[in-house]
């Protein structure tokens, strides 16, 4: 059984993901271990320094999606399926820091899909609170394993449906957010398939950092930052960056 | 009074309050054992539940975290895995615990 880590990354006008990439890759290596293969387009790929030993696929990466005004490169997460060249596969947004070995022992279930639908503030403001943006139990696509299964198949089947007709579904389930996100087409893509009933999900919730605070320290162990005039840190814990200029720290 | 030595206090204590969340919520993320291909958490209701059951027998069915029931062979060894890894990550909460006593001082 061959198990690896799928990683997509494309620069955009403002962001240099392929930054972001290099910090990823790096704390992949030291915690987790596991062979890792990058999805990009040439671009990109002509602006990454050596990041050591690790596959590369290059795409034509689908456009069109914005967030907050700016170019967001987020489509082609559902092609994870066909993309990886692995038994068991561990998909991470590139802004996710593995601190720990944590997610490594999840390799090993009889799961063919599995996914977070907790996340947990690090500020303690609650602002994921699902109900407020729609109408769906969420799930988070930051962070999910699967295996080459007809049932993992199936799922990915259905997030392509989810996203070929997203508007409607978007409507649907009133999600506030008119653009396309990842966290809900898996969410309805989930909920449709398993029949609108439970499905199997990681027991933790993952740890994120809201785009407001402000990143002032990070090296391989913890992770600083300022939230107005309050500074906090967290070590030895995988969590989800969604500043991107954490990179320039 | 002095309010601004009141406003300090109350700021020190959300800054615990939420570095101790931060801090618990890490250890359960810790707390996950996988065994036999099944995910569990290693809190004291799994100990408790799997201590209690190994008592009456060798062999019995258990839920993993996604209600999937899962036999246990070998007591005796799942209950040493959920008792280390419950007291790795209480350790690690307690050291991180007792910088919150120091600051609150």
Not at chain 1, 64 to 83: F, I, P, S
Not at chain 1, 156 to 175: L, P
Not at chain 1, 203 to 213: G, N, V
Request: glycine fraction near 2%; hydrophobic fraction near 40%; charge should be neutral.
């Amino acid at each position: 059984m061959k198990k690896g880590i799928l990683l997509f990354c494309f620069d955009t006008e403002h962001t240099s993901y392929h930054r972001i990439l290099e910090r990823c890759v790096r704390l992949i290596k030291k915690n987790l271990g596991l062979e890792i293969t990058v999805v990009t387009n040439f671009e990109t790929f002509k602006r990454m320094g050596s990041l050591g030993s690790i596959n590369y696929k290059l795409i034509q990466h689908e456009k069109g999606n914005t967030k907050l005004g700016k170019e967001w490169n987020n489509v082609d997460r559902h092609m994870a399926y066909e993309l990886s060249p692995y038994d068991t596969t561990l998909v991470m947004d590139i802004d996710y820091f593995c601190l720990t070995d944590n997610l490594l022992q999840y390799m090993d279930t009889a799961y063919d899909f599995l996914i977070p639908d907790k996340v947990h503030d690090l500020t303690d403001r609650n602002t994921f609170g699902q109900r407020q943006w729609s109408m769906i139990p969420m799930v988070w696509a930051t962070v999910f394993i699967f295996k080459k299964t007809q049932k993992a198949k199936k799922i990915f089947d259905m997030i392509k449906y989810v996203k070929k007709f997203y508007r409607y579904f978007n409507d649907m389930y009133r999600i506030a957010s008119k653009n396309f996100r990842n966290d809900y087409a898996f969410a309805i893509a989930l909920q449709q398939l398993n029949g609108f009933m439970d499905y199997d999900v990681f027991p933790f919730a993952l740890a994120t950092l809201p785009p407001d605070c402000k990143v002032i320290a990070i090296n391989d162990n913890a992770v600083a930052w300022q939230y107005h005039d309050q500074i906090s840190y967290i070590e030895n814990q995988d969590l989800h960056v969604m500043n991107k200029e954490a990179v320039d720290v | 009074m002095d309010i601004r030595e009141l406003k300090k206090q109350s700021d020190l204590s959300y800054d615990i309050a939420v570095a101790k969340r931060n801090a618990l919520e890490k250890a359960k993320s810790r707390q996950i054992l996988v065994y036999k291909e099944h995910i569990f958490r290693a809190d004291a209701e799994t100990i408790c539940l799997i201590k209690t059951l190994s008592d009456k027998n060798d062999s019995f069915f258990v839920l993993d975290t996604n209600k999937n029931p899962v036999e246990i062979n070998d007591p005796t060894e799942f209950l040493n895995k959920l008792i280390e890894r419950n007291q790795e990550s209480l350790n690690t909460y307690h050291q991180m615990y007792k910088t919150f006593s120091q600051r609150s001082e």
